[in-house]
């Protein structure tokens, strides 16, 4: 293998690197995958590669990783947030990728890559909270996230994450697009309007209720003074 300056050991295989493992460890507790080693792009993340750290806490995929093998970041109790980059290429998280990351408290999706989660990819991450599922993940595998005690999907209700989060009993917190914030928007500023409307037409009625009183009086008065 060879290793690059930042401790990342990889591998170069039919034009593509390979992360294979990392011996950064004691040196940093953020590790951002690469991009291109030996101006090759880095597509896979191998089995095992971080299993065990004890202390990275961030890890950052970039959009040219297509591939997080089983285990690659399987107990790195340590870690607590992980951000998949947005990408034209798809993505497969495969089974137990980051099984039993006991601290992990965040997880960022990509809005815009279509995204694959394995069968206990997640498993027992028990510090994991509120999660966006975006339209972008087509699939959740079986106990994709069990375990995880203190998880809220945040999604809608036509993706796959409503699909897992109601058979699994995980509770929901339904995302609100900017479309439907607009709608929202529009419809206060519409009931505004009707409400001033209303009030504006109650005082024209008022006025004009005191106008003809008004008008009344006086005419009564004329009658009793031509008396």
Known sequence: FRETD?????????????????????FSTKAE?????????????????????????????????KTIEQYAFGYCTDLTDVVFEDSEESLIISDYAFTHCTDLREVIFSNKRKTEIGSFA??????????????SVRKIGFEGFSGCEQ??????DSDEGARYASEHNIPVSFEESDTFSFII????????????????RIMIKRADKKSDKAEENSADKKSDDSK
Not at 35 to 52: C, D, H, N, Q, W
Not at 151 to 156: R, V, Y
């Open 185 to 200: 928007i529009l419809s206060a500023v519409a009931i505004l309007l009707c409400i001033i409307y209303c009030g504006f």
């Open 6 to 26: 930042d401790f990342f050991r990889y591998e170069i295989s039919d034009g593509e690197a390979v992360i294979i493992s990392y011996a950064g460890e004691r």
């Open 151 to 156: 998880l809220i999907l945040i999604t809608d």
């Open 33 to 65: 995958i690469p991009e291109k080693l030996e101006g090759f792009p880095v597509t896979t993340i191998k089995e095992s590669a971080f299993y065990g750290n004890q202390y990275l806490k961030i890890i950052i995929v970039p959009g040219c990783v």
């Open 122 to 135: 997640f498993e027992n991450c028990i510090r994991l909270g509120k999660t966006t599922i975006p339209s």
